[in-house]
């Protein structure tokens, strides 16, 4: 049997990982600035993370959602702790783009209403209604194209008042920081107003934080820079350093009915056990308080390199463009001469999301490497 060609590979395999590091059968060491997508928080195969998942792995695997399962009660109260969301109710699913799929039915559950409003380039994930939210015609099937969902350009006040008028709307969905489109942030401002429309029409707001969340920008979420609370907060990619997990933080104003969501999967023992050891890492290890120096570092120094042009995002989600190199030229020259892994965003942009443990040092070998790569 072949792999259905659907990706492009770079011809590399990494055996194995530590921290920021990967390497490759023959022992080369990469230094990983990608982190799987974005996927690795505390680092690659942290002994604490490690000792978890094979502990729980030889007492109970897994059993289904109908039986008490006190794992996600206790993920549920440290996720509530870390985040300041305390008081939000929590709904465990495997991916990113299930997270969305929730919150969107749950929104027009609980709105009895059908329309979303969601912000050109935005990426939601692959799924039916996670898709339909997604403003890229590559990867929407036709079946998954509806008038339910509506495009406005992220950061247009008047846009999205004009399309909330109608209050016919379920929710507004955004991303902390639109992370697929190359790294580009609504201002504090926009969420705001966001806040402030939502409430006037009767409309969710769903943050979309798989990306831009747990840690990733130096606060627990992106939008919390903003201060703002949204209804709806949707957490995947760095919960279980890799482990599949998504999950849904759920303000107390939404009533839970009996039956209303589900999954086989989601909220497992192994993937709870693994989200438990990610937050107890972040915490003793400060993470959150690394990105937030680390990241800042970076931006800086990046900023001072003449060739680039242009750095934009916040702690250790980061996307720049350097002059004389299409994104896919610079990761390539990176990675084979280099032997440094980046991720990249549309033609232009190379992003930067490495575990939340990335030292300075390393930062510093990343930044020596890299000015020698675009010389
Ligand atoms: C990756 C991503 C998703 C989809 O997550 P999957 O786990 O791939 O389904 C959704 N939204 C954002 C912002 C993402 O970055």
Known sequence: MNLFDVYSLYDIEPVAGKGSHVFTEDGTDYLDLYGGHAVISIGHAHPRYVEAISRQAGRL???SNSVVNSLQTELAEKLGKASGY???????????????????????????????????KAFHGRTSGAVASTDNP???????????VVFVPINDIEATRKALSSDEFAAVIIEGIQGVSGIHEPTPEFMRFLVKVCKMTG????????????????????????????DII?????????????????????????GMLGTTFGGNHLACAAAIAVLDVMEEE???????????????????????????????????????????????????????FTGGAGQLTVRLLPALSLSKAEADQFLNEFKEAIR
Do not use: W
Request: aromatic share 8%.
């Open 61 to 63: 695997g897994f059993y």
């Open 86 to 120: 305390d008081d939000y109710s929590l709904f465990l699913c495997n991916s990113g783009a299930e997270a969305n799929e929730n919150a969107l039915k749950l929104a027009s559950f609980a709105t009895g209403r059908k329309k979303v409003l969601a912000f050109s």
């Open 138 to 148: 590559a990867i929407q099937a036709p079946f998954n194209k509806t008038d339910n």
């Open 203 to 230: 409309t969710l707001l769903i943050l979309d934080e798989i990306q831009s969340g747990y840690g990733r920008t130096g606060k627990f979420f992106a939008h919390q820079h903003s201060g703002i609370h949204p």
């Open 234 to 258: 949707t957490c995947a990619k760095g919960i279980a350093n890799g482990f599949p997990m998504g999950a849904v933080l759920i303000s107390p104003e939404i009533e839970a009915k009996k």
């Open 286 to 340: 400060r993470l959150v308080e690394n990105a937030a120096e680390v990241g800042e570092y970076l931006i800086s120094e990046l900023r001072k390199i003449p060739r680039v042009k242009e750095v934009r995002g916040r702690g250790l989600m980061i996307g720049m463009e350097v002059e004389g190199f299409t994104g896919s030229e610079l990761r390539k020259k990176l990675l084979f001469g280099h032997h440094i």
